[in-house]
Protein backbone atom coordinates (compact mmCIF):
# COMPACT_ATOMS: atom_id res chain seq x y z
CA UNK A 1 0.00 0.00 0.00
CA UNK A 2 1.44 3.56 -0.80
CA UNK A 3 2.32 4.97 2.25
CA UNK A 4 0.88 8.54 1.32
CA UNK A 5 -2.32 6.29 2.17
CA UNK A 6 -1.56 5.08 5.05
CA UNK A 7 -0.64 8.27 6.07
CA UNK A 8 -4.24 9.77 5.23
CA UNK A 9 -5.87 7.08 6.79
CA UNK A 10 -4.23 7.24 9.68
CA UNK A 11 -4.90 11.07 9.72
CA UNK A 12 -8.35 10.29 9.94
CA UNK A 13 -8.16 8.02 12.56
CA UNK A 14 -5.99 9.84 14.98
CA UNK A 15 -9.17 12.66 14.05
CA UNK A 16 -11.56 10.26 15.25
CA UNK A 17 -9.66 8.77 18.47
CA UNK A 18 -7.67 11.74 19.71
CA UNK A 19 -9.83 14.93 20.78
CA UNK A 20 -6.29 17.14 21.80
CA UNK A 21 -5.43 19.11 18.63
CA UNK A 22 -2.16 19.56 20.19
CA UNK A 23 -2.06 15.69 20.97
CA UNK A 24 -3.28 14.90 17.92
CA UNK A 25 -1.17 17.07 15.44
CA UNK A 26 1.70 15.58 17.28
CA UNK A 27 0.75 12.15 16.52
CA UNK A 28 0.23 12.93 12.75
CA UNK A 29 3.84 14.86 12.79
CA UNK A 30 4.90 11.26 14.22
CA UNK A 31 2.59 9.22 11.57
CA UNK A 32 3.77 11.31 8.62
CA UNK A 33 7.57 10.95 9.79
CA UNK A 34 7.34 7.44 9.97
CA UNK A 35 5.69 6.97 6.45
CA UNK A 36 7.99 9.16 4.87
CA UNK A 37 10.88 6.61 6.51
CA UNK A 38 9.13 3.59 4.79
CA UNK A 39 9.14 5.47 1.50
CA UNK A 40 12.84 6.50 1.54
CA UNK A 41 13.73 2.84 2.60
CA UNK A 42 11.38 1.13 -0.57
CA UNK A 43 13.62 3.83 -2.85
CA UNK A 44 16.42 2.94 -1.60
CA UNK A 45 16.16 -0.77 -1.55
CA UNK A 46 15.34 -0.31 -5.59
CA UNK A 47 18.43 1.36 -5.91
CA UNK A 48 20.24 -1.24 -4.64
CA UNK A 49 18.56 -3.55 -6.78
CA UNK A 50 19.80 -1.70 -9.69
CA UNK A 51 23.05 -1.11 -8.77
CA UNK A 52 23.29 -5.25 -8.56
CA UNK A 53 21.49 -5.03 -12.01
CA UNK A 54 24.23 -3.02 -13.53
CA UNK A 55 26.73 -4.74 -12.32
CA UNK A 56 25.96 -8.20 -13.84
CA UNK A 57 27.68 -9.22 -16.45
CA UNK A 58 24.50 -11.02 -17.61
CA UNK A 59 23.65 -9.34 -20.63
CA UNK A 60 19.88 -10.31 -20.09
CA UNK A 61 19.96 -8.75 -16.72
CA UNK A 62 22.28 -5.42 -16.87
CA UNK A 63 21.45 -4.80 -20.42
CA UNK A 64 17.28 -4.65 -20.77
CA UNK A 65 17.40 -0.18 -19.50
CA UNK A 66 19.82 0.22 -22.76
CA UNK A 67 17.72 -2.22 -24.81
CA UNK A 68 14.58 -0.05 -24.23
CA UNK A 69 16.51 2.99 -24.78
CA UNK A 70 17.99 2.06 -28.12
CA UNK A 71 14.37 0.67 -28.97
CA UNK A 72 12.80 4.63 -28.18
CA UNK A 73 15.85 5.70 -30.26
CA UNK A 74 14.60 3.86 -33.77
CA UNK A 75 10.53 4.30 -32.50
CA UNK A 76 11.60 8.00 -32.97
CA UNK A 77 13.74 8.25 -35.54
CA UNK A 78 11.27 6.48 -37.65
CA UNK A 79 8.77 8.48 -36.44
CA UNK A 80 9.90 11.39 -36.76
CA UNK A 81 12.73 11.31 -39.20
CA UNK A 82 12.08 8.45 -41.89
CA UNK A 83 8.05 8.54 -41.76
CA UNK A 84 7.71 11.70 -42.59
CA UNK A 85 10.97 11.03 -45.41
CA UNK A 86 8.88 8.26 -47.20
CA UNK A 87 5.37 9.92 -47.03
CA UNK A 88 7.22 13.04 -49.04
CA UNK A 89 8.70 10.14 -51.22
CA UNK A 90 5.43 8.36 -51.95
CA UNK A 91 3.99 11.95 -52.78
CA UNK A 92 7.30 12.83 -54.98
CA UNK A 93 6.55 9.69 -56.92
CA UNK A 94 2.84 9.39 -57.53
CA UNK A 95 2.99 5.71 -55.73
CA UNK A 96 -0.41 4.32 -54.18
CA UNK A 97 1.78 2.94 -50.99
CA UNK A 98 1.51 4.65 -47.69
CA UNK A 99 3.80 3.72 -44.87
CA UNK A 100 3.13 2.43 -41.87
CA UNK A 101 2.65 4.89 -39.24
CA UNK A 102 3.54 4.49 -34.82
CA UNK A 103 1.36 4.36 -32.12
CA UNK A 104 3.41 7.48 -30.77
CA UNK A 105 1.90 8.43 -27.74
CA UNK A 106 2.91 4.82 -25.94
CA UNK A 107 6.34 5.83 -27.57
CA UNK A 108 5.87 9.35 -26.64
CA UNK A 109 4.93 8.11 -22.96
CA UNK A 110 8.02 5.61 -22.57
CA UNK A 111 10.72 8.43 -23.62
CA UNK A 112 9.40 10.61 -21.67
CA UNK A 113 9.70 8.35 -18.60
CA UNK A 114 12.97 7.28 -19.58
CA UNK A 115 14.12 11.43 -19.94
CA UNK A 116 12.56 11.96 -16.25
CA UNK A 117 14.84 9.35 -15.28
CA UNK A 118 17.62 10.56 -17.16
CA UNK A 119 17.35 14.20 -16.04
CA UNK A 120 17.22 13.09 -12.42
CA UNK A 121 20.75 11.02 -12.87
CA UNK A 122 21.72 14.70 -14.38
CA UNK A 123 21.05 16.04 -11.21
CA UNK A 124 23.15 13.62 -9.24
CA UNK A 125 26.04 14.18 -11.58
CA UNK A 126 25.98 17.77 -10.90
CA UNK A 127 25.52 17.73 -6.96
CA UNK A 128 28.94 14.87 -7.01
CA UNK A 129 26.56 12.29 -5.85
CA UNK A 130 26.76 9.60 -8.60
CA UNK A 131 30.10 8.84 -10.52
Not at 47 to 64: D, M
Amino acid sequence: MNPLAIVEIGARLLDKIIPDKDARDKAQAELLRAAQDQEFQLAFAQIKVNEAEAQNGNLFVSGWRPAVGWVCVVGLSYNFVIYPLLLWVVASTGAEFKPPSLLSDTLMELVLGMLGLGALRTVEKWKGVAR
